[in-house]
């Protein structure tokens, strides 16, 4: 009797270890990393959509487009994802003709370049002729006074610093506040701004970090041949997020613009910021001519 018992059990067993292994696969595949392109091939010109899911929500994972065959350190044409958000779509310029693909780096900062999830695609060389009515004329191209304006303009080289969390709490914003100033269109049409992969690389690979003390910002600067660095520091105190941002010049060495302002979440956070670059980007043209 107690032997078919334990057959019972056994048989019993087995039978819920095969359920377990049949749901597994469906599970899995719930649950897996995904990113895929909206077309498989795509003709010159074309805007790329990249649609990803099941991703952690870290502000600091990141999605790039990258040549086929490219090594997994390669940052490409990289967009960083937004925080908080599990599935969605990044819109990426047309690259070159060739053969490529879109990568997925989840969880970066504990992981490092380990792919995530990548999915191949193409562009062709030749974009589709565009047909055109014998009665049109074709307008010479005018070029916008806005942009005449700004060819006008000195361009310097300037990178923008993580600024530094005070408190745990404040981690997230010290993010923003960097995004947002880096993202800005009028900063990104004025000045060559240094790109984030590239400064991460650099100090890495010379044991150096990037933080708002002035002589430590002026000697990456001066390594770097950067003519401005934007950094500074973010504290969180109760309801209230408050910002300190200074610019240094590398060249005079010292300080050209200071400007603290306090926020009270990160929708006004982000506006604040925003608002404060026209500021900045005047005391650089001021300090720089």
């Known amino acids: 009797m107690q032997k078919s018992r334990l057959k019972l059990k056994y048989v019993v067993f087995l039978i819920v270890l095969m359920l377990i292994a049949a749901g597994c696969p469906s599970a899995m595949a719930d649950t897996a990393p995904l990113i895929k392109t909206d077309k498989e091939n795509y003709n010159a010109g074309e805007t790329v959509r990249v649609n990803f899911s099941n991703a952690p929500g870290n502000s600091r994972d990141w999605i790039c487009i990258v040549a086929a065959g490219s090594a997994d350190n390669d940052a490409g044409d990289y967009k960083y994802m937004p925080g908080g958000v599990?599935?969605?779509?990044?819109?990426?310029?047309?690259?070159?003709?060739?053969?490529?693909?879109a990568r997925a780096y989840y969880n970066y900062s504990r992981n490092g370049y380990v792919v995530t999830a990548r999915y191949s695609f193409s562009v062709a060389s030749v974009a589709p002729a565009r047909a055109v009515a014998v009665e049109e004329k074709i307008k010479p191209a005018e070029i916008p006074a806005s942009k005449v304006a700004a060819a006008s303009v000195p361009q310097f080289n300037v990178a923008v610093f993580h600024f530094t969390p005070l408190s745990m709490d404040a981690t997230t914003y010290g993010i923003t506040v960097t995004k947002t100033l880096i993202n800005v269109p009028k900063m990104q049409s004025l000045?060559?701004?240094m790109d984030r992969k590239d400064l991460e690389f650099f100090l890495s690979a010379n044991n150096l970090q990037q933080d708002d003390k002035i002589d430590n910002i002026i000697e990456i600067g001066a390594r770097?041949?950067?003519n401005f660095v934007i950094a500074g520091n973010v504290e969180k105190r109760g309801s209230l997020i408050i910002t300190d941002c200074k610019v240094v010049s590398i060249a005079k060495r010292n300080i050209a613009f200071t400007n603290k302002f306090i926020s009270t979440g990160e929708a006004n956070l982000v506006s604040n910021v925003v608002k404060m670059s026209d500021s900045l980007i005047e005391a650089i043209l001021r300090s720089g001519n």
């Open 86 to 101: 599990s599935q969605g779509e990044m819109i990426f310029d047309a690259p070159p003709p060739g053969k490529y693909e």
């Open 224 to 226: 770097l041949g950067l």
């Open 191 to 193: 000045f060559a701004i």
